[in-house]
C-alpha cells in the first residue's frame, strides 16, 4: 500500500528525497486506516473492514460476496481445532468507561452452534495485557452483537487500549471451539455507551399534536441508529373502518423517516400510518422487530377550539376565586380545519355576585386555513365569578362557541372545578324596539343553560358580549 503511493513520484533525485516521500506515504496510510467512514454519534471505531488491504490487515480473507455495510467484509473460516485468529492493528484508543460500556461487532455467521460453554474469544489488549470475554455463536446470518465491558474478565488500562483480538480457542482453559466449518463475517467493530438496537425514539407530528390538517398531513418518525432503506411498498395510511391505503410519500434522512399524505384526506377522521415489523433497516442492517403504528385524527371542518385554561400571576392552575387586583390568564389552542382563514375570539370575563360584568378581555386573531394556533388574554381579577369562553364566525347570526370555563365551578355541573358545557341554542329571532335588543331562542338540556350572546355594532371597536344569559330547559 505504502509503495502505491511512492512509484508515481518516482524516480528520486536523492536518498533524503525517496526517505521523506516514504515516511509521508506511511503517515497517509496510516491516517486513512484510522479513518472511519461509518459516523456515529456515540461510538468510538475500533476497526471498519471497508476494504481489502483493511480485512487482511487483520489477518482476515476479504469477501466481497458476502457484505453489510460495506462492498467488502472480513472472513474468518474455522476448520480446525487450533488457534484461528486475527487481530486489528495497534491504535491509541481512549475508552472511557464511564462514556463507553459495550463492545459491537457487525458480524454474520452461517453456522449456529448452541452446545453449551461454545464460542469464540474476544480479547481487549492494552500495551501489557488483556481482558477477555467469551462470544457464543449461536446464530445465523448477520446480526449486531453486543457484549459489556463490564463481562471482559482481566485487568487492562482502558485508556490505552491498542487493538481487539477474536480467537476461535483452542488453547488450555480457553473456551469450546465452535463447529467447524463455520464461517464467520466481520464488518465493523465499535465501543458504544448503549446497545445499538434499532428502536423507534421519538414520533414528531406536523401540527404538534393528533389533530392533523387534511392537507400535507405528515408524520416523522425518529429512530435509535441512522437508517439505511425503508421497504416504502408495505407502508400503509388507512381511514378508520376501512383496508385500503392512501398515498403516501417516503422519505429518509438520517435516523428518520417521514411519511406524508399525497391526497387531501377527509375532514373530522381518524387515520392510522402502520409501518409493519422489517420495513425499516439500519445502517447495520437491522430491521425494526414489531409493527409501528400511529393514529390521528384530521382537523373539523371550520374552527375547534380547547377549553380555555385559566391561570393565576404565578402560571397555576386557577382553581379558587383569586385575589382582587391579581393579574389571571385565559389560554386556548385553536385549529382550523378550512381551507381559508378564520378568526377567533377568547374572552375572559370577570362578574360581581349579581351577574353584572365588571371586566371584560377579548382577544382575537386570525387562524390560517389548515392551521393553528394559540390565543392569550390577560386581565386583572375582580368579583365573584371568573369565565373564559371561546367564539367565533361572530359576523354570523349563529356564532360557533365552544364551552366555558369558570372558577369558582357551576353548579349546574355538579360543582367540578373548570366545567365546560357544549349548548345547542337556537336563534329563532331577532328584533329592535327602540333602545332594546329581544332574542328568542331555544336551549336544549335538562338543567338551567347559560348563552353568550356577541353582537357585533357598526360603531364599536369589538364585539359586544352580554352574559350571562339564564334559560329553562326549552
Same mark, same amino acid.
Given at each position: ?12 533525485? *536523492? ?62 473460516? /474455522? ?5 484461528? +485468529? ?38 481487549i489488549? %492494552?500495551?501489557? +495485557?488483556?481482558?477477555?470475554a ?15 465491558? *463490564? ?5 487492562? %488500562? ?18 469450546k ?27 414528531i ?71 409493519? +415489523?422489517?420495513?425499516?433497516? %439500519? /445502517? ?5 422487530e ?29 382553581s ?23 378568526t ?33 388574554v ?22 360557533l ?24 341554542l ?42 350571562? /344569559? ?5
Open positions: 500500500a505504502v509503495n502505491r503511493r511512492i512509484v508515481p513520484v518516482a524516480p528520486f533525485e *536523492s536518498f533524503v528525497a525517496f526517505r521523506t516521500a516514504f515516511e509521508q506515504a506511511v503517515a497517509a496510510y496510516k491516517q486513512d486506516l484510522e479513518s472511519s467512514g461509518v459516523k456515529l454519534e456515540d461510538g468510538l471505531v475500533v476497526w471498519e473492514f471497508d476494504s481489502e488491504e483493511k480485512c487482511t490487515l487483520v489477518n482476515l480473507t476479504p469477501d466481497s460476496t458476502l457484505t453489510n455495510m460495506h462492498d467488502v467484509s472480513g472472513k474468518m473460516i /474455522i476448520d480446525k481445532t487450533g488457534d484461528i +485468529s486475527g487481530s486489528t492493528p495497534s491504535r491509541d484508543l481512549a475508552v472511557d468507561t464511564q462514556q463507553y460500556q459495550y463492545l459491537n461487532l457487525v458480524m454474520h455467521s452461517n453456522k449456529a452452534t448452541t452446545t453449551s460453554g461454545t464460542g469464540i474469544n474476544l480479547c489488549h %492494552d500495551s501489557s +495485557s488483556y481482558a477477555r467469551v462470544l457464543p455463536v449461536n446464530w445465523t446470518g448477520w446480526k449486531v452483537v453486543s457484549v459489556p465491558l *463490564s463481562a471482559f474478565a482481566g485487568t487492562i %488500562d482502558w485508556n490505552d487500549v491498542k487493538y481487539v483480538k477474536i480467537n476461535s480457542g483452542g488453547w488450555s482453559g480457553s473456551v471451539p465452535v463447529e467447524l466449518g463455520t464461517e464467520l463475517n466481520f464488518d465493523l467493530i465499535w465501543f458504544s455507551k448503549e446497545e445499538p438496537n434499532l428502536t423507534l425514539e421519538e414520533t407530528t406536523q401540527a404538534g399534536n393528533t389533530e392533523m390538517p387534511v392537507t400535507d398531513a405528515a408524520v416523522s418518525f425518529w429512530f435509535s441508529n441512522p437508517l439505511r432503506a425503508v421497504d416504502e411498498t408495505r407502508l400503509t395510511l388507512t381511514k378508520q373502518g376501512e383496508t385500503n391505503s392512501e398515498s403516501i410519500s417516503c422519505t429518509v434522512e438520517g435516523s428518520s423517516v417521514t411519511l406524508e399524505a399525497q391526497a387531501e384526506l377527509d375532514y373530522g377522521t381518524t387515520y392510522t400510518l402502520t409501518i409493519p +415489523s422489517g420495513a425499516v433497516t %439500519d /445502517i447495520f442492517g437491522q430491521n425494526n414489531t409493527p409501528i403504528t400511529y393514529s390521528f385524527t384530521t382537523l373539523k371542518q371550520g374552527l375547534n377550539a380547547t377549553l380555555p385554561a385559566l391561570t393565576d400571576s404565578a402560571g397555576n392552575p386557577l379558587s376565586r383569586p385575589t382582587g387586583g391579581e393579574t389571571i390568564k385565559a389560554a386556548t389552542r385553536v385549529s382550523n380545519g378550512a381551507s381559508e382563514a378564520k377567533a375570539t377568547l374572552v375572559l370575563v370577570c362578574y360581581d355576585e349579581n351577574n353584572r360584568v365588571l371586566v371584560r378581555k377579548a382577544a382575537s386573531k386570525s387562524i390560517p386555513a389548515n392551521g393553528t394556533d394559540t390565543l392569550e390577560t386581565a386583572a381579577a375582580s368579583g365573584a365569578v371568573i369565565k373564559a369562553f371561546v367564539v367565533d364566525e361572530l359576523a354570523s347570526m349563529q356564532p362557541y365552544h364551552g366555558f370555563v369558570q372558577v369558582p365551578s357551576p353548579t349546574s355541573n355538579g360543582g367540578s372545578a373548570g366545567s365546560g358545557e357544549n349548548l345547542s337556537s336563534l329563532t329571532g331577532v328584533r329592535l324596539e327602540e333602545e332594546q335588543v329581544y332574542i328568542t331562542g331555544k336551549v336544549d338540556g335538562a338543567l338551567p343553560r347559560m348563552a353568550i350572546i356577541a353582537i357585533d355594532g357598526e360603531t364599536t371597536e369589538e364585539p359586544l358580549f352580554l352574559s350571562p /344569559i339564564m334559560a329553562e330547559d326549552g
